[in-house]
């Protein structure tokens, strides 16, 4: 037995989890957890793992449906971060089409527009919710605009969205009625984009949603009709909106709020930061992001019976890469507790590093990088206004609930 007994999801990790994970690390690198996944946390482990193509979701196989994640619901598509090849190859593909890099350049501008308004609105207001007042509006309104969400209806999908943001932890963590809330969210979600996409349908725009259509109704070269190759069914396109909107501004809310919080601790750093912000904003992201990663976990399901380490995973066991863990692997990063802004290099897998590698990670990079070169630009002081800030109860996407501060110009 292992000297640690640890349950990934007790709450009392939530604040910092990093010493039970390099104890685990230590102690126990492959180590199977009272709940039942097994659990890795060194980096090597876990980048094998991403490559490892005896472990994935198990959808085909029905693997999903034993363990106790999510189902589709009745008419319902799983959204393509939970599929295997070659189903998932074949969304993420047609997705890419609409979701160009060209799409995430154009919101330059837009997202500078937005981080100069939301900061005159902070710097030298007293105190301030930080989450509520920039880290969590900055990325929802980017995301809306980018799909075509109407800013009208944002407050009706932010309720689903966070719903679904917790519904990614483990099914047990949560009551009956927590998961019919999810479910219910799920639902919602679906109704809401197919009358989106109507309305798009009959008035394009230029928006990923219209793009997304495009790739649905036309198809992406060749195909002769019907869903197949070439085309999205209509419950993958609005599994596909649902996915984007929802990834697209939990995690950056807690990169810029995680990150925030990192520099409030560490002012010697922030001080670094004030001192170049052109120059050091970009490897500050990369920074926040292996220090304190806004996806901690994420679960694989073994296909096939596997060996790992020396430790049998049976067909359908789960197994858990600890991003949080791996980042702070000694034997790939020197020091690996201390912020560092200009660590190079920083190969984290804050994004993954398989077949699932984030789809926005140019987008969440291009939004952290003008927010924290704005908030080092344009504060002489953060003053934190809690002792410590509380984290929301969510532990695969880990972030606070609240950041209580002073901005001073
Ligand atoms: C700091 C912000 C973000 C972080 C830390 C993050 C992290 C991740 C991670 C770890 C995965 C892989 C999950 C897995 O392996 O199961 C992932 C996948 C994904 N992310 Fe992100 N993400 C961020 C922002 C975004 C944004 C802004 C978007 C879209 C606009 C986005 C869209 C996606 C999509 C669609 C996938 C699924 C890719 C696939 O399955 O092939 N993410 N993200």
């Known amino acids: 037995m292992p000297a640690v007994d640890f349950d990934p999801f007790a709450p009392e990790h939530r604040p910092n989890p990093y010493p039970l994970y390099r104890r685990l690390r230590e102690e126990a690198p492959v180590y199977q957890s009272p709940r039942g996944p097994w659990l890795l946390t060194r980096y090597a482990d876990c980048v094998a793992l991403m490559r490892d193509d005896r472990f994935g979701h198990g959808t ?8 106790k994640w999510r189902k589709p619901a009745e008419g319902r598509a799983l959204p393509f971060i939970l599929l295997d090849p070659p189903e998932h190859t074949r969304q993420r593909v047609l997705a890419s089409r609409a979701f160009t890099p060209r799409a995430v350049h154009r919101q330059i501008p837009l997202i500078e527009k937005l981080v ?22 900055l990325p929802a309104t980017v995301i809306s605009g980018l799909l075509g969400v109407p ?66 109704d036309e ?98 066991e789960q197994v858990i890469i600890v991003r949080g863990a791996a980042n702070r692997d000694p034997s790939v990063f020197p020091d690996p507790d201390r912020l560092d802004l200009g660590r190079t290099p920083n ?44 984290y929301r109860s969510n532990v695969t996407i880990r972030g606070l609930s609240a950041l209580p501060v002073r901005l001073r110009s």
């Not at 085909?60 to 363990?67: E, I, P, T, V, W």
């Open 60 to 67: 085909r196989q029905r693997l999903l449906d034993k363990s």
């Open 116 to 137: 100069d308004e939301m900061l005159d609105a902070v710097i030298d207001a007293g105190e301030v919710d930080l989450v509520e007042a920039f880290a969590y509006p």
């Open 151 to 216: 800013a009208a209806d944002r407050e009706l999908v932010r309720g689903w969205s966070s719903l679904i943001a917790r519904g990614v932890d483990p099914d047990y963590q949560y009551s009956a009625d927590q998961k019919r809330e999810r479910d219910e969210a799920l639902a919602s979600f679906d109704a809401y984009f197919a009358e989106l996409a109507a309305e798009k349908r009959r008035n394009p725009a230029d928006d990923l949603l219209t793009a997304l259509i495009a790739v649905r």
């Open 219 to 316: 198809g992406a070269g060749g195909d002769e009709g019907g869903e197949g190759e070439g085309r999205l069914s209509e419950p993958e396109l609005l599994s596909i909106c649902t996915m984007i909107y929802v990834a697209g501004h939990e995690t950056t809310t807690d990169l810029l709020a995680n990150g925030t919080l990192a520099l409030l601790k560490n002012p010697e750093e922030f001080r670094r930061l004030r001192a170049d912000p052109a120059g050091l904003a970009e490897s500050a992201v990369e920074e926040f992001l292996r220090y304190d990663p806004p996806t901690q976990l994420t679960r694989r399901t073994a296909l096939e019976d596997a060996k790992l380490d020396g430790h049998l995973i049976s067909r359908g």
């Open 347 to 390: 190969k984290h897998i804050a994004f993954d590093g398989g077949i699932h590698f984030c789809l926005g990670a140019a987008l969440a990079r291009l939004e952290g990088r003008i927010a924290f070169a704005a908030l080092a630009n344009r504060t002489s002081d953060i003053e934190l206004a809690t002792d410590e800030p509380a």
